[in-house]
């Protein structure tokens, strides 16, 4: 397996409360992402980074942020946390741009409440 | 709107039974790639075809990608308990050389012994 961390695993939070997840790789891969996964949606593109301190919106960025310092981690914040947002997220790396595979992490189920 | 959609949303078989989803696209691709996700795990890759391949094996996968028809099939063969789980298809867009993936919704396998 891939070495992709994700922390939490599981969080349950309140309405308005900001939260941070983490993903951390080992891969020393260049390419990192956020995907959230809900029923009848499939996975949606969050946000991605393509290197540190760069990164750009997937489609559906509203209520979320990134942040790249070090090629290992990549962090994703809802800076006020709505019901909307519960979901499981997930990380994913991939390298040698393009036509290659991406690995993914276990995924954070986040429940806003 | 979803890039990839895939067809049946869900299939029952039995074991040693071939298992075939497809999986339809809007916009032109740079590959197509297939993700397993078994319950309350991350995806994991599977195969990956470029736009200009037609057919690409893989042990008991066969995957088929018609660019003229923007669609693509997975057939499992002979198939096994073990391959209960959802798949996903995923085409890869190009954007300044960066390969961005859209995932479909999904297709949920259940393989019975």
């Known amino acids: 397996d891939a070495g992709i961390t994700q922390s939490p695993r599981h969080k349950v939070t309140e309405t308005g409360t900001p939260v941070t997840l983490r993903c951390h790789q080992t891969e020393n891969h260049r390419y990192m992402y956020w995907y959230r996964q809900d029923p009848g949606h499939g996975l949606r593109l969050i946000h991605y980074?393509?290197?540190?301190?760069?990164?750009d919106k997937g489609e559906v960025s509203d209520g979320y942020s990134v942040s790249r310092s070090k090629t290992e981690d990549f962090l994703l914040t809802l800076e006020s946390a709505t019901s909307s947002q519960t979901s499981v997220y997930f990380c994913?790396?991939?390298?040698?741009?393009?036509?290659?595979?991406?690995?993914f992490g276990q995924g954070t189920r986040l429940t806003v409440v | 709107s979803q890039q990839g959609e895939e067809d049946p949303q869900a299939l029952s078989i039995q074991e040693g039974e071939n298992a075939t989803m497809n999986c339809s696209y809007k916009?032109?691709?740079?590959?197509l790639q297939w993700y397993r996700q078994n319950s309350g795990r991350g995806l994991v890759h599977l195969i990956l075809?470029?736009?200009?391949?037609r057919e690409k094996h893989s042990g008991r996968l066969r995957v088929t990608l018609d660019t003229s028809k923007k669609s693509s099939s997975l057939l499992i063969t002979a198939s096994r308990a073990a391959d209960t789980a959802s798949y996903f298809c995923a085409t890869a867009l190009l954007k300044s050389g960066f390969q961005k993936l859209v995932f479909g919704t999904g297709t949920r396998l259940l393989v019975s012994p």
């Open positions: 994913a790396i991939s390298d040698r741009q393009p036509n290659t595979e991406a690995f």
């Open positions: 916009t032109s691709i740079n590959n």
């Open positions: 075809i470029r736009s200009n391949e």
């Open positions: 980074s393509y290197g540190v301190k760069d990164t």
